[in-house]
């Protein structure tokens, strides 16, 4: 597949992305963690794809969200929130909040229908998105910023394809078991290496993976330590102060995640627009991504002290929220402003599209979830 070419200023910046992670090889023996390499890719100060400053989201970037696709999104979700705001208090906290869409249509609707919000916090490591968000929410003045997880906090927890977006480790399952997918340099390229993983790892997979003894040698996938030990981390947060989190993003519970068919992994890369499986292509110009095993991320949560509130499809979300009654505030007659909007509902709810491939997870402490969407609930098949 032909790739279009970045400019010579990206391309540079890559090459000195290339040269930290080659020195960072040299000085670990020769190999390090995919998980290590996949963070340096995406969060190396100046240089990782979400620290630097190319563009991330929108027709010059390298994917569009939900959020991007119409407003309706954010007000379905402010629905929700609102009811969370009601039981916990004024404040909603997001992170990785992209373009600064979404906080900006979830506070309109919200204030649309008399909600107060004190604080909108939002933990964005991009600079390029931050400023992007500082100037999208400049008539907003209860938003802040932070740099990481608060010490305390009750509210609403928002986060929107961030999970995804949090390194992985990769493995492999040999004749003589599991082996950790190691990044090493061939012949001046980075390119795979194998080594039995430390206990830790192996220990997660055993968690993570069921029926692994069934897979078949020669099985390439992901876990997720990054992605759990932020649950935990949300959890107890949650668990001390009070509220729920709502995440989006696009996976499968464990008994559809690892399964004879995917012996591939879901490991993805995003690149102006174009999908491919190489996430060693111009490293900080590119997206890194794996689905998320909600499953996992579910387990962490609950151990960590929250409940499981819900779990279902985007579609369910979106219309136990109200999205559909949402668009008909637009008069159907009125094509023009009715027909955009219709349809970028159908993309959102579509199974087709990203209904049924988007997932809604819900944790939290106690909160109650508005009735259509407790009645969406798919909890059981985690």
């Known amino acids: 597949m032909s790739l279009p070419e970045p400019d010579s200023d990206a391309l540079a910046a890559s090459h000195a992305l290339q040269q930290l992670i080659a020195t960072e090889i040299a000085q670990h023996d020769g190999s390090i963690m995919f998980a290590r390499f996949m963070e340096l890719a995406l969060y190396a100060p ?43 208090a004024p404040n909603i906290l997001e992170f990785g909040a992209g373009t600064g869409k979404l906080a900006r249509d979830v506070l309109t609707a919200l204030a649309a229908d008399g909600v107060a919000v004190d604080s909108y916090a939002i933990v964005e490591l991009s600079g390029e998105l931050r400023a992007r968000q500082q100037e999208a929410l400049k008539d907003f003045p209860q938003v802040r910023w932070l740099d990481g997880f608060p010490d305390t906090f009750s509210g609403v927890v928002l986060a929107n394809e961030v999970l995804d977006a949090m390194p992985v480790e990769l493995v492999t399952k040999t004749p003589a078991g599991w082996r950790q997918v190691m990044v090493t340099i061939d012949d001046g390229r980075f390119a795979f290496a194998e080594r039995a993983p430390d206990a830790a790892l192996a220990a997660q997979i055993g968690r993570q ?45 464990a008994h559809e995640y690892y399964v004879d068919d995917r012996t591939g992994g879901t490991l993805m890369c995003h690149y102006r627009h174009h999908a491919h499986a190489d996430p060693f292509y111009l490293p900080g110009l590119q997206d890194v991504t794996a689905h998320v095993d909600f499953t996992a991320m579910a387990l962490a949560a609950q151990d960590a002290g929250a409940d499981v509130l819900a779990y279902m499809s985007q579609a369910g979300f979106l219309l ?16 023009l402003r009715y027909l955009p909007q219709a349809n970028a509902v159908q993309k959102l709810v579509s199974p ?22 407790a009645a969406a609930d798919r909890s059981h098949r985690l």
């Open 46 to 88: 100046r240089l990782g794809y979400y620290s630097g400053g190319a563009a991330k989201l929108g027709r010059d970037g390298d994917f569009t969200t939900a959020p991007e696709i119409t407003p309706l999104f954010g007000a379905a979700l402010a629905r929700v929130t609102a009811s969370i705001i009601a039981q916990s």
């Open 209 to 253: 993976i069921p029926d692994a003894d069934l897979l078949e040698v020669g099985y390439l996938t992901e876990v997720h330590p990054v992605a759990g030990a932020f649950m935990a981390t949300l959890a107890r947060m949650l668990a001390g102060g009070g509220g729920a989190a709502i995440l989006f993003d696009y996976g499968f519970p």
């Open 352 to 373: 087709s599209e990203m209904g049924e491939l988007f997932k809604v997870l819900v944790v939290g402490k106690g909160i109650d979830l508005p009735a259509p969407i």
């Open 320 to 335: 136990g929220a109200g999205i559909g009654e949402l668009l008909l505030r637009t008069d159907p007659q009125d094509a």
